[in-house]
């Protein structure tokens, strides 16, 4: 678990050496809101935004900070502590519980 503030950049930082195909998970303390962030390309990242809002947004690694700093607003008002996971290889069709 890490401080709200420290959230963006420890986001890029994993962002950066995530390998094609996998997949890093935010949570809320709570773990009922969230996003999930998937490299698809050398400089492309999906963002699945998963609490509030329901969206799915492609981006380039030049715009992901600045994307990330709008969803975290969003998704974690209230929340101080935020949980990062590295979920291994994204697969799409895959069900997940949210607890």
Same mark, same amino acid.
């Given at each position: 678990?890490?401080?709200? =503030?420290?959230? !963006?950049? @420890?986001?890029?930082? %994993? ?11 935010? =949570?809320? #303390?709570? =773990? $009922?809101?969230? &996003? ?7 400089? $492309? #990242? /999906?963002? !699945? @935004? @998963?609490?509030? @809002? ?11 900070? /600045? ?6 607003? /969003?998704? &974690? ?5 935020? %949980? !990062? ?10 069900? =997940?519980?949210?607890?």
């Amino acid at each position: 678990m890490i401080e709200k =503030r420290n959230a !963006i950049a @420890e986001v890029m930082r %994993r962002a950066a050496v995530l390998p094609l195909g996998h997949a890093l998970e935010v =949570r809320s #303390y709570k =773990r $009922d809101r969230g &996003f999930m962030l998937v490299r698809e390309g050398e400089a $492309d #990242y /999906r963002l !699945i @935004e @998963e609490g509030f @809002e329901q969206a799915r947004v492609c981006v380039r690694c030049e715009d992901l900070k /600045r994307l990330l700093k709008t969803v975290v607003k /969003r998704e &974690f008002p209230r929340s101080n502590k935020l %949980r !990062i996971y590295e979920t291994g290889e994204f697969r799409e069709w895959v069900s =997940r519980k949210v607890l």
